[in-house]
């Protein structure tokens, strides 16, 4: 593995952290407080007129022909400052993008995949049901052919861009009997009749993006749009969460290196004493320790990434980076706030923001619990 960026590598990040810098941390703040995903939806519409939406897609296909490194770096910059916008980041690039550019047959990459990438479309996934989360074989809703076309029916939640997607990739059972091998992933667009957006969330974090809840009636989908084969979807499913974990990664990496980098600052200003708060033992090991966890974080998401960029197995690798970065978000942020102590609890620093996003990062894209039964599975086969 090696740890040294490219030229192009190093000047994407310049430009990420540049454009976050500019677009993304003035209004983050405003943006929390509102709960309201509108004004994240007009920087990621600037984002895709980046090239940032098809970061790691072959440029044929509309991306910029980079690769997963890349693509970490960028969400990286971005989750330093801002984890909702990483969010809708992640979930268009590895949940909506992915299956569709690796299990969708031409005519749909042409048709949904390349506009995506461009920046023209934006993406989701549902799969999420009210009574079926980890396990999805417990699945409602329902596909049944008829003629040329799916009629789908049935509840999706945490549905994340949901509402604004013009892109949704749906998983239901077209064969009940067969739990998990009776799902099937579908490509449906955001102005299907029936395709209903009920609900969205309230959330303790990522408060500026949207978790939709859906309600399907008699959606029509064109048997064109069934992606991959019937009974396919379990796979479409988990092979694309394997892959969205190494964005969850960046995410749990950027949010601890975001929080360090504040509570260090603070540690170096804050006086009391007569000294810089800092020169207290407790602090400077403290901080100590989050410096290196956010060095761990990131070598182990960039091990990932690259394990992927190989063309090799990386499901174990993708969910020990997942586990292990988040986990170090939801570290990082509890000792930022501790060390700003009551200052750390209020909305006039961000560390508060970070410490609630950072929590959502251990269960999304599969819990973490969840990854030690993907490791330990693996590790004990």
């Not at 192009?8 to 941390?25: C, G, R, S, T, W």
């Not at 770096?73 to 801002?82: P, Q, R, Y």
């Amino acid at each position: 593995m090696n740890f040294e960026l490219t030229k192009q590598q190093l000047e994407l990040q310049e430009m990420v952290k540049d454009f976050v810098a500019k677009e993304v941390a003035p209004g983050v703040a405003a943006r929390d407080e509102a709960e309201s995903y509108e004004e994240t939806y007009k920087i990621m519409k600037k984002m895709g007129k980046l090239g940032l939406w098809g970061l790691p897609y072959p440029k044929e296909y509309g991306g910029a022909g980079g690769n997963q490194v890349d693509y970490c770096l960028a969400g990286i910059e971005i989750n330093k400052v801002d984890a909702s916008l990483g969010c809708s980041y992640s979930v268009h690039i590895s949940l909506a993008g992915w299956p569709i550019f690796h299990y969708g047959n031409e005519e749909q990459r042409q048709k949904y995949a390349v506009p995506m990438f461009k920046g023209e479309l934006l993406g989701s996934f549902a799969l999420t049901e009210p009574n079926a989360g980890s396990d999805s074989g417990a699945s409602e809703c329902t596909a049944v052919l008829k003629g040329d076309e799916y009629i789908l029916n049935g509840p999706k939640i945490f549905n994340t861009n949901g509402g604004y997607s013009d892109v949704n990739v749906v998983f239901a059972m077209t064969d009940p009997s067969k739990g998990v091998k009776g799902i099937s992933a579908f490509i449906v667009e955001k102005d299907a009749p029936g395709y209903n957006i009920i609900k969205t969330e309230r959330k303790m974090g990522i408060r500026s993006t949207q978790q939709a809840a859906v309600q399907m009636e008699d959606v029509r989908v064109p048997k064109a749009n069934l992606l991959g084969k019937e009974g396919e979807g379990f796979k479409i499913a988990m092979t694309t969460l394997d892959g969205g974990r190494i964005g969850i990664a960046a995410q749990g990496a950027g949010i601890a290196e975001g929080a360090y980098e504040y509570a260090l600052q603070y540690a170096k200003q804050r006086v009391q004493f007569g000294k810089p708060i800092s020169t207290q033992q407790w602090v400077a090991f403290t901080l100590a320790e989050m410096a290196t966890k956010v060095e761990v974080a990131k070598a182990m998401t960039m091990r990932a990434a690259c394990i992927k960029d190989a063309g090799q197995s990386y499901s174990v690798a993708a969910a020990m980076a997942k586990m292990v970065a988040t986990d170090i978000a939801m570290e990082n942020t509890t000792d930022a706030v501790q060390i700003l102590g009551g200052h750390g609890f209020l909305r006039d620093h961000p560390v508060e923001r970070m410490m609630r996003d950072a929590k959502i990062t251990q269960i999304y894209e599969g819990t973490n619990q969840i990854q030690k039964l993907v490791i330990s599975g693996a590790i004990l086969r």
